[in-house]
C-alpha cells in the first residue's frame, strides 16, 4: 500500500515536456498520449509551432478536462519566416517543395527548445522520431528524455533493411527514408539515433501488445520498447455534428460505411470518381469526407459539385443513401452502432481509431507506411483491400465489391466478427497497459534522481 502511496505522490508531482514532430498525424497522438498522462496526475507542457496547437486552443472544454496541460509556443527562427510564414509551421497544406525548410527550420529551433527547457526545469522530455536534437538539448540540462514512436511499422527499418513489400511497391517512401537529405542526415538516420538517444534503452510506441505479437521480438536497437495502447481519440461534441448524428441515428445498426482518407492524403480526380460510382454500385448508405489538395494547387477543382460526377450528388440526396462532408467527427461515427465500414488510407491514427471501436476496415494506401499498415490489419483479419490494377489505384468495380463484401454479404462474416472481438479485448486492457508504461517512465526518473 505505501508503494502505491510513493508512486502516485511521484506522479502527481512530475512534471514532462513533450514535443511531437509537425505534422497532425503526430501532433495527434502526442496529444492523446498527454491527456492520458495528465488523467495520471502528470504536469504536461505541450510544445508546438502555434499553428499546430491552434486545435488544441480551440477545444472548448479543454480546461476543465485537462487542467494539467500547459500549451507551450515553440517558434521556429525568423530567418526562415520568408520562405516558410506561421502558418506553414505545420506539414497541413504545405508545399511539397518545401517540406525539407520545414524540417531545417524544426532543426534550427533547437536553441529556443533549450530555453525552454531552461525555464520550465521538466523530469523528462519526450520526443519524436525526426527531432534527436530534441533528446541533446534534455541531456545537456540533465533531464530524462525518451522517444514515442507514433507509427508502428518504423520499428520495422533496420539499420539500411527494410520489408521486401515496401522496396518492390513504394519508391517515394524509399527515397524518403534513405536518400532525401535535410542537414545532412536522411529520415532513417535520425530515427536511428532518436532510438539510441532515448533514456534507459526505453522507447514508447503507439501500439498493442497483440499488434506487437504480430512484430514477433524488435530489432536490438530498439531496446525496451513499451506499448502504451491505442490513444484513439476519445468522441467529442462539435458544432454541426447533430445533422449527421440525426442522420446516422435512422440507418440500421452496421449498415453505413464512412469514407475518409485523413486530413493530409488526397484522391486524384479520377479517383473521386471512381468512388462515386464504387459507392452508387454498392447500394449502401455512406458517409463520405472528400478533400482537396491545399490551396498551393490552384488548379485542382476547389467545389465538391464540380469534382462529383454529374447528377450523383442529387441521386444521392433523394434516395437519402448518403452525406457528402469536407469534414467530419471521425471518432463519433465510427462509435456509432450504424457504423459496418471504413473505407481508409490505413494512416496509424484511423487504422488504430477503426479496431478500437470494432469496425473493419476497406483498405485503399495511397503512400509512406500505409501499405504496410493495410497488410497488418488484413492479416490480422479485421481488414479487406482493394486491389489496385497497374493502371489506376482504385476502379469503381472494386470498391463496390469490397464494400458490399465488408458491410453486407456472408462473406465479410468473419471480418466484422474479429473487428468485434479485438474491440472487446483491447477495451478490457487499455488501462492494464498503460500502467505499465506510466510505470515505466517514473523508474527511469526515479533512477536518475538517484
Given at each position: 500500500?505505501?508503494?502505491?502511496?510513493?508512486?502516485?505522490?511521484?506522479?502527481?508531482?512530475?512534471?514532462?515536456?513533450?514535443?511531437?514532430?509537425?505534422?497532425?498525424?503526430?501532433?495527434?497522438?502526442?496529444?492523446?498520449?498527454?491527456?492520458?498522462?495528465?488523467?495520471?496526475?502528470?504536469?504536461?507542457?505541450?510544445?508546438?509551432?502555434?499553428?499546430?496547437l491552434?486545435?488544441?486552443?480551440?477545444?472548448?472544454?479543454?480546461?476543465?478536462?485537462?487542467?494539467?496541460?500547459?500549451?507551450?509556443?515553440?517558434?521556429?527562427?525568423?530567418s526562415?519566416?520568408?520562405?516558410?510564414?506561421?502558418?506553414?509551421?505545420?506539414?497541413?497544406?504545405?508545399?511539397?517543395?518545401?517540406?525539407?525548410?520545414?524540417?531545417?527550420?524544426?532543426?534550427?529551433?533547437?536553441?529556443?527548445?533549450?530555453?525552454?527547457?531552461?525555464t520550465?526545469?521538466?523530469?523528462?522530455?519526450?520526443?519524436?522520431?525526426?527531432?534527436?536534437?530534441?533528446?541533446?538539448?534534455?541531456?545537456?540540462?540533465?533531464?530524462?528524455?525518451?522517444?514515442?514512436?507514433?507509427?508502428?511499422q518504423?520499428?520495422?527499418?533496420?539499420?539500411?533493411?527494410?520489408?521486401?513489400?515496401?522496396?518492390?511497391?513504394?519508391?517515394?517512401m524509399?527515397?524518403?527514408?534513405?536518400?532525401?537529405t535535410?542537414?545532412g542526415m536522411?529520415?532513417?538516420?535520425?530515427?536511428?539515433?532518436?532510438?539510441?538517444?532515448?533514456?534507459?534503452?526505453t522507447?514508447?510506441?503507439?501500439?498493442?501488445?497483440?499488434?506487437?505479437?504480430?512484430?514477433?521480438?524488435?530489432?536490438?536497437?530498439?531496446?525496451?520498447?513499451?506499448?502504451?495502447?491505442?490513444?484513439?481519440?476519445?468522441?467529442q461534441?462539435h458544432?454541426?455534428?447533430?445533422?449527421?448524428?440525426?442522420?446516422?441515428?435512422k440507418?440500421?445498426?452496421?449498415?453505413?460505411?464512412?469514407?475518409?482518407f485523413?486530413?493530409?492524403?488526397?484522391?486524384?480526380?479520377?479517383?473521386?470518381?471512381?468512388?462515386?460510382?464504387?459507392?452508387?454500385?454498392?447500394?449502401?448508405?455512406?458517409?463520405?469526407?472528400?478533400?482537396?489538395?491545399?490551396e498551393?494547387?490552384?488548379?485542382?477543382?476547389?467545389?465538391i459539385?464540380?469534382?462529383?460526377?454529374?447528377?450523383?450528388?442529387?441521386?444521392?440526396?433523394?434516395?437519402?443513401?448518403?452525406?457528402?462532408?469536407?469534414?467530419?467527427?471521425?471518432?463519433k461515427?465510427?462509435?456509432?452502432?450504424?457504423?459496418?465500414?471504413?473505407?481508409?488510407?490505413?494512416?496509424?491514427?484511423?487504422?488504430?481509431?477503426?479496431?478500437?471501436?470494432?469496425?473493419?476496415?476497406?483498405?485503399?494506401?495511397?503512400?509512406?507506411?500505409?501499405?504496410?499498415?493495410a497488410?497488418?490489419?488484413?492479416?490480422?483479419?479485421?481488414?479487406?483491400?482493394v486491389?489496385?490494377?497497374?493502371?489506376?489505384?482504385?476502379?469503381?468495380q472494386?470498391?463496390?465489391?469490397?464494400i458490399?463484401?465488408?458491410v453486407?454479404e456472408?462473406?465479410?462474416?468473419?471480418?466484422?466478427?474479429?473487428?468485434?472481438?479485438?474491440?472487446?479485448?483491447?477495451k478490457?486492457?487499455?488501462?492494464?497497459?498503460?500502467?505499465?508504461?506510466?510505470?515505466?517512465?517514473?523508474?527511469?526518473?526515479?533512477?536518475?534522481?538517484?
Open positions: 500500500m505505501s508503494d502505491m502511496m510513493e508512486s502516485n505522490k511521484q506522479e502527481k508531482s512530475m512534471s514532462i515536456v513533450m514535443m511531437p514532430y509537425l505534422a497532425h498525424g503526430h501532433v495527434s497522438p502526442f496529444y492523446e498520449l498527454a491527456k492520458k498522462l495528465s488523467n495520471k496526475g502528470f504536469h504536461i507542457y505541450f510544445c508546438s509551432t502555434p499553428i499546430c491552434e486545435p488544441m486552443r480551440n477545444i472548448n472544454h479543454f480546461d476543465h478536462d485537462h487542467m494539467n496541460i500547459q500549451l507551450i509556443d515553440l517558434h521556429l527562427p525568423s526562415f519566416h520568408q520562405e516558410l510564414p506561421p502558418h506553414y509551421h505545420s506539414t497541413k497544406n504545405l508545399p511539397p517543395h518545401l517540406m525539407n525548410t520545414l524540417l531545417a527550420a524544426f532543426d534550427a529551433s533547437k536553441p529556443a527548445f533549450s530555453d525552454i527547457l531552461k520550465l526545469r521538466p523530469e523528462l522530455v519526450i520526443y519524436d522520431v525526426f527531432q534527436p536534437w530534441a533528446a541533446e538539448a534534455a541531456r545537456e540540462l540533465n533531464i530524462e528524455a525518451v522517444l514515442f514512436v507514433t507509427g508502428v518504423s520499428q520495422r527499418i533496420k539499420s539500411g533493411t527494410v520489408p521486401k513489400e515496401v522496396t518492390e511497391s513504394n519508391k517515394e524509399m527515397d524518403y527514408l534513405f536518400k532525401n535535410v542537414n536522411t529520415s532513417t538516420q535520425r530515427f536511428l539515433k532518436c532510438i539510441t538517444s532515448s533514456s534507459g534503452n522507447v514508447l510506441i503507439k501500439s498493442t501488445t497483440e499488434i506487437q505479437a504480430k512484430f514477433g521480438k524488435p530489432a536490438d536497437i530498439f531496446g525496451d520498447l513499451v506499448p502504451v495502447g491505442p490513444l484513439v481519440q476519445r468522441p461534441d458544432d454541426g455534428d447533430e445533422k449527421i448524428m440525426d442522420w446516422l441515428n440507418k440500421e445498426a452496421s449498415s453505413v460505411v464512412f469514407i475518409s485523413g486530413s493530409e492524403n488526397f484522391l486524384s480526380q479520377e479517383e473521386i470518381e471512381e468512388m462515386a460510382h464504387g459507392l452508387e454500385l454498392s447500394n449502401v448508405d455512406f458517409i463520405w469526407v472528400v478533400r482537396f489538395h491545399g498551393h494547387n490552384n488548379n485542382d477543382k476547389k467545389t459539385h464540380e469534382a462529383l460526377p454529374q447528377g450523383f450528388l442529387d441521386r444521392i440526396q433523394i434516395q437519402e443513401k448518403g452525406l457528402i462532408l469536407d469534414w467530419a467527427p471521425q471518432a461515427i465510427l462509435e456509432h452502432k450504424s457504423s459496418g465500414g471504413f473505407v481508409s488510407h490505413c494512416g496509424w491514427n484511423s487504422t488504430l481509431e477503426a479496431m478500437m471501436y470494432g469496425v473493419p476496415i476497406i483498405a485503399i494506401p495511397l503512400k509512406f507506411d500505409q501499405p504496410l499498415n497488410n497488418l490489419v488484413v492479416d490480422m483479419g479485421v481488414a479487406i483491400e486491389p489496385a490494377t497497374r493502371e489506376m489505384r482504385i476502379t469503381r472494386e470498391v463496390a465489391k469490397a458490399k463484401t465488408v453486407v456472408e462473406q465479410g462474416k468473419e471480418v466484422r466478427r474479429k473487428a468485434k472481438e479485438l474491440s472487446e479485448n483491447w478490457k486492457k487499455e488501462d492494464q497497459e498503460f500502467h505499465v508504461a506510466v510505470q515505466k517512465l517514473l523508474q527511469l526518473v526515479q533512477q536518475s534522481k538517484n
